[in-house]
């Protein structure tokens, strides 16, 4: 008699802890009180172009990558509970590397176009930028069309790159010399390229250039016009990522909403 109850109360005990186990849900679990903050569940890897300064560059000191974005996905990575990792990679191997899983997450000021969003799926914008054009302060070149007829450098597949061929097609179209469009693999390279004078004109993202004018103050490189592009930057990711598009976007609002990323701004850019 008292062996079958025993058995019975054993039996009970077990049914019990197996419901509790199913029940406890891992919100509950997390939010328990502690003021341990929960590990980080995933690590992801991002990736970047990092001659792109003020967004991404190598840093001098530490020989890693630094900047802009590379502060910001560490920010929205702490926001939304994952590990993230950043690496300089070359411009045109970015989204390979997401096709590859060699990457989780392209964060290298990327421009969100239609024709890359067939490949890709991108965060929510993240900064607004455009496309603007520098020159030696003594050049002949003071508006966008004297450039025709003239030797443009842009970084390659960049929307500077698209800029260039639309503007050189409009110039064809108006009967006008065309743009000679000089594509290099980096995006500093046309800063040395406009230098030694192997093009007239550059075309990049106006903070981009911006911050070369900051870091070359003796250049004499100058802006004449404002961007004549708007253009939004986005985190790229594996269509396939449900999970990661769930974790970047809401990291992203969550830093928009407290401050991080007005602090995040302020440092690169100064105050808006
Ligand atoms: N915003 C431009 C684009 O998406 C240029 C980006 C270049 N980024 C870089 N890290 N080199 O085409």
């Not at 990092?50 to 991404?56: D, G, Q």
């Not at 693999?185 to 500093?188: D, N, S, V």
């Not at 103050?217 to 004549?228: G, L, Q, R």
């Given at each position: 008699m008292k062996k079958r109850f025993a058995i019975v109360s054993l039996i009970v005990l077990m049914v019990l802890s197996l419901v509790a186990g199913c029940t406890k849900e891992p919100e509950h679990a997390a939010a328990n009180g502690d003021d341990e903050p929960e590990a980080p569940a995933v690590k992801l890897v991002a990736v970047g172009e990092?001659?792109?300064?003020?967004?991404?560059f190598v840093d001098e000191e530490t020989g890693k990558p630094a900047g802009f974005d590379v502060d910001l996905i560490q920010a929205i990575a702490e926001a939304a509970n994952f590990e993230v990792e950043y690496k300089n990679l070359d411009w045109n191997s970015l989204i390979a590397a997401l096709q590859t899983k060699e990457a989780d997450l392209v964060v290298s000021g990327m421009t969100i176009t239609d024709e890359r969003a067939l490949e890709v799926k991108f965060s929510d914008p993240y900064f607004e930028s455009g496309q603007a054009w520098c020159v030696e302060e003594?050049?002949?070149?003071?508006?966008?069309?004297?450039?025709?007829g003239k030797t443009v450098g842009v970084q390659i597949n960049t929307t500077g790159d698209y800029a260039a061929q639309k503007l050189d097609e409009k110039f064809k179209e108006e009967d006008k010399p065309g743009l000679s469009i000089k594509r290099l693999?980096?995006?500093?390279d046309v800063f040395n390229e406009l230098k030694v004078g192997g093009v007239d004109a550059v075309i990049s993202d106006l903070p981009v250039i911006q911050e070369y004018l900051k870091n070359n103050?003796?250049?004499?490189?100058?802006?004449?016009?404002?961007?004549?592009t708007v253009e939004y930057y986005g985190i790229a990711m594996r269509k396939q990522d449900k999970d990661i598009h769930g974790l970047v976007n809401k990291g992203l609002a969550t830093i928009k909403a407290n401050g991080k990323y007005d602090e995040l701004y302020e440092k690169y850019f100064g105050t808006r």
């Open positions: 990092c001659t792109f300064a003020p967004f991404e003594d050049s002949p070149i003071k508006a966008l069309d004297d450039l025709s693999e980096r995006a500093a103050p003796d250049s004499n490189v100058i802006i004449p016009e404002p961007a004549f």
